[in-house]
């Protein structure tokens, strides 16, 4: 059949029908026909000059007629407005009835977008005037400059522009220009007249494969929008909505604002489907989006990360122009389930009830602050129930029916750092992007902390993003000032330990604390070339951070500012002996053991006055320094309260491969007695058990996902070890009470400090001061610093203190964020000078 066509092609005669397909025969007349089934319908010629919207000319064709046309062997051609020389673009495919063919011609210079091609030429057309032909074969037409129109093999003709000197009819058509096409109407009327068919009109170039125009957006109801489950039933669907705005973000990050159903709210639906969206509009946020506006936003639905939004420009948002009922705020419970939230999702909510403050880590970041539903953080699970069990698993459970997150209203990475010379210029090393702003919701005079209530003074959006369930504010929260914070905050710091708490059992003759200490190195970043750091807003290193064995301050002045930090906390604790952990070993670093242990001592009676304290020399049974950690474990004491009874000892023989000790810190024991007066010896004993961050060598060491973390079976080992060797030293010098202190990386419920329990040793600080902790991690809260003591040290046990100093405190006051934001932290006080809490023993002189 299309053998046959092109036959029929080049014959005279009249249109012939066969098959349902259309082949088109010409004789010399005036013009082509207007009955002839494939028409030139739109012709443009100011692609890619000033001003065009597209950056091509084009031609376009429409199939009028009954059937499907063949294009093959034909094609477009072009002459100037008076020109004879015609360029040719040959045309390939078939046309099906009622669909148009766009024919791509060349690029102008400037801009504006591409077209559609079902076929692509070269030539270059005018932009006000020319003379467009359908020719049914590809030879360019010639000797016919002002005739064209009437040569049998055209189809059909065009004369645009009013010097064109050919064309169909009574004359050519109006001019186009570069912005401007000319094009027949929506029924591609042909009269074979160019003056009559054709007007001017914008360029709407439409071939065989250009997608349809979307169908006009739905107006909706923002509940529709939502829908009853966790995703949106219109996700894809471009939508009309109406609504309140309730909370609006256009600074931070966040390029957008919350819209409410008027008249909704203080209970939510009963169907199950929020009367709340979020409506994202990258850019300049829409004048309209001003908390209390009712207005119309037209865009399309998504989820994004679990949250369903509109998206939306500043022009698709528009005032409603019409009466309104304002929003009220949810008066609820905060829900349990991930269903029930998703139903309040995006909307007004006034939190009641008790609060508390769960997680400060994220604070220093993001601007977050974790709470816990209720009057208590969250709880590490092993830290009150057994690992592995279902009590254990039913806090983790608790822990997901309490947590939501108080957000900043921005997305901004108050750490974030680049090594762009274009963002941090010819630094040699990473500069922090966001230096100049502050992080929301740190304070050194209100201070943040985990287990403080918060109280809402404002209403909140329930949001969700980054994986967490979220009260955003209504407008964002900018520190230092934090003025548009909905919530407040109880500051809970105390000067010193609680003396009713160390004091249950009488009044302490004696008080023993433990304290991590954070790394305190004397042996600094700066003095190492193989050294990195974590820097500061002024590309000045704070801590080390990696390619050597030094740990913690970087320079002189950071460690003058961890010092004081130190200093101030160790004095209030107003203990007799302290033992410490995370203290540089410098005989690693070439010098005596003890000379950073020295310094740190110098440096507390340089404040608390001359030999106030003093500090135990390192044991001879510690093994040889090749089998040492680059950290250790000490001692220090008050000479004026106690008096050392016999030599320092450690547990040394159990720090090569294969043993116990081998991947952690000696223990070190000394025994003391009270000063003044009579009283009985005690063992004090200080440890610091493997972490739970890495696997140990041994079976059991890999992270079982049971709440205990990595190296279980080392921090077993090192129990054990501990069990045996103890004993034996406090018969030697005749001691009979035990106590023991230190970092065992382990919680309270865990199987390493089971090991000590089932041997007769007690921990005083769940015991005296229960539902207190020195450690926060991932926003739970738990204990990983214990004093343990046996029958004996439990009789002259008179109370036990958490002094929560640390672990609760923004790590943005910590020495090693010095000078990362715009506001200076730095507080020469106890507060976030480690990341663990102290624990305090008060102790009788004798053993009751």
Known sequence: MRERRKQLMGAAGAIALTAGVVSVATSAQAAPPPTAGVVINEVYGGGGNSGAPYKYDFIELANTGSASVSLAGWSVQYASATGAGWATTPLTGTLPVGTTYVVKEAAGTGGGSDVPADATGTIAMSGTAGKVALVNSTTALTGCAATCSASAQVIDFVGYGTTANDYAGTGPTVAPSNTTSVSRNATHANTANNSADFKAGAPTPTGLETPPPPPAPVEKTIAEVQGPGATSPLAGETVVVKGVVTAAYPTGGFNGFFLQTQGTGPEPRADGASDGVYVFQPGTLSPEAVVGNFVQVTGKVSEFGGLTEITTTAADVVDAGVAFTPVQPLVTGWPTTDAKRESIEGMLFQPTGAYTVTNTFGTNQYGEVGLAVGTTPLLQNTEVAKPGTPEADAVVADNAKRLVTLDDGSSTNFTASSYSTATCGARPVPCLLNADKTPAYVSTTKPVRVGAPATFTAPVVVDYRFNLWRFQPTSQVVGPDNATSPVTFTNTRTPAPDERDLSQRGTPDLKVASFNVLNYFTDLGDADPSCTAYYDRDSSGDTVRDGCDNRGAWDAADLARQTEKEVSAINALDADVVGLMEVENSAQ??????????????????????????????????????????????????????????????????????????????????????????????????????????????????????????????RVL????????????????????????????????????????????????????????????SGTSGSLDHILVNAAGLKMSTGADHWNINSGESVALEYSRYNYHSTDFHDPGPYRSSDHDPVVLGLKAFVK
Do not use: C
């Open 589 to 714: 670093f070439g010098h005596s053991r003890d000379e950073t242990l020295s310094r740190l001592v110098a440096a507390l009676n340089a404040r608390a006055g001359a030999g106030t304290w003093a500090f135990v020399p390192s044991s001879t049974d510690l093994p040889p320094v090749s089998q040492q950690d680059f950290i250790t474990t000490a001692m220090i004491y008050r000479p004026a309260t106690v008096m050392r009874v016999d030599r320092s000892r450690a547990l040394g023989d159990q720090s090569g491969e294969g043993q116990a000790f081998v991947n952690a810190r000696e223990p070190i024991a000394q025994t003391f007695k009270k000063k003044k007066g009579k009283g009985d010896k005690f063992l004090f004993v200080v440890n610091h058990f493997k972490s739970k961050g890495s696997a140990g060598p041994f079976p059991g060491d890999a992270d079982s996902g049971d709440g205990q973390g990595a190296s279980v079976t080392s």
């Open 718 to 777: 090192q129990a054990q070890a501990l069990r045996d060797w103890v004993p034996g030293v406090a018969a030697e010098y005749g001691a009979k009470a035990i106590v023991m202190a230190g970092d065992y990386n382990s919680y309270t419920m865990e199987d390493p400090l089971d090991v000590l329990y089932r041997a007769g040793y007690t921990d005083v600080g769940s015991t005296f001061d229960p539902g207190q902790y020195s450690y926060s991690f």
